[in-house]
């Protein structure tokens, strides 16, 4: 059986840049076994597979090249983006298309942005945030990053780190200096371990300028899910997202995400949070484009 798939860079406006997600944008025929096997062979952070529901709705699986993940950020700004792209969902000349995508993490919008006939952006919306409380074994964080409880915090203030979920959980890890974000020694053993005990994804780690910045600079680090490190992250942003709002360091309703520059892949992802009728509503997303496309032989069971 063949498949059509692609590699596409999500959360960037460049080829290379971004976080690469491979997408198979009419998986109705593989089984769960097949899509595991892809998603190892393409031996990216994220593969999704999209099985059409009609043309506004769209059920989504993730896998990473170990496991089935819940939900992924960038696999999802990389699927929809394919979809308009190469007309497997009808397009719009100018305005805002929106269409849902069905996910282990519940029913979720995506809006994709379209400008005299071009994808400018896709916003995704996140599962709503859950505050999942503080690190209580901070010591045992610190070890992970080989770093002292001083360098933790925001504007010189220590904060304590949260397990935060916009679809995943994630521990959000404030980093005073930039420098220090830039440099950090992680012992990725120690942090699977420690991932695997909170059952949590990850850390995303970050460094906030000021008190409302426009940007902030992030790291996340999932390597108890095959991934040291991610050039970009949906849903860890949209878990950071809610994490600045609900500390009072955020005013304002968008941020961007500056992430993957350590790994020469610099990322841009757009935030927004909005409180509608007492609940929080987080979106994520930003550009993408196709770096590589084919079709990928396997057998079948079905």
Known sequence: MEIN???????????????????????????YDDMQNIAKEMNLSETAFVI???KNNYQVKFFTPIKEVDFCGHATIGSFYTLAHKGYLPPIYNGIKKVYQETKVGRLA??????????????????????????KDIE??????????????????FISPKIVSTGLPEIVLPIKDKHILDNLKVDFNRLANMSRRLNIIGVHAFYLPERNSDKVFT???APLVGINEEA???????????FLKNEGYMDKNEIVSIQGQVLGRPSKIYCTIDKIDGKYLVKVGGQARIVMEGIICCETNL
């Open 52 to 54: 059409p529901i009609d």
């Open 140 to 157: 045992s964080l610190l070890d992970c990053f080989n770093i002292k409880k001083d360098h933790v915090g925001i504007e010189g203030k």
């Open 219 to 221: 790291r996340n680090f």
């Open 110 to 135: 995506v809006e994709i942005f379209f400008n005299d006939g071009k994808i400018e952006k896709v916003l995704m919306e996140q599962a709503t945030p859950k505050d999942l409380g503080i690190v």
């Open 5 to 31: 798939i692609y590699q596409v860079d999500a959360f960037s406006d460049k080829p290379f840049g971004g976080n690469p997600a491979g997408v198979v944008p009419d998986a109705k025929q593989l089984s």
């Open 232 to 242: 970009a992250t949906g849903t860890a942003n949209g878990a950071l997202t809610y």
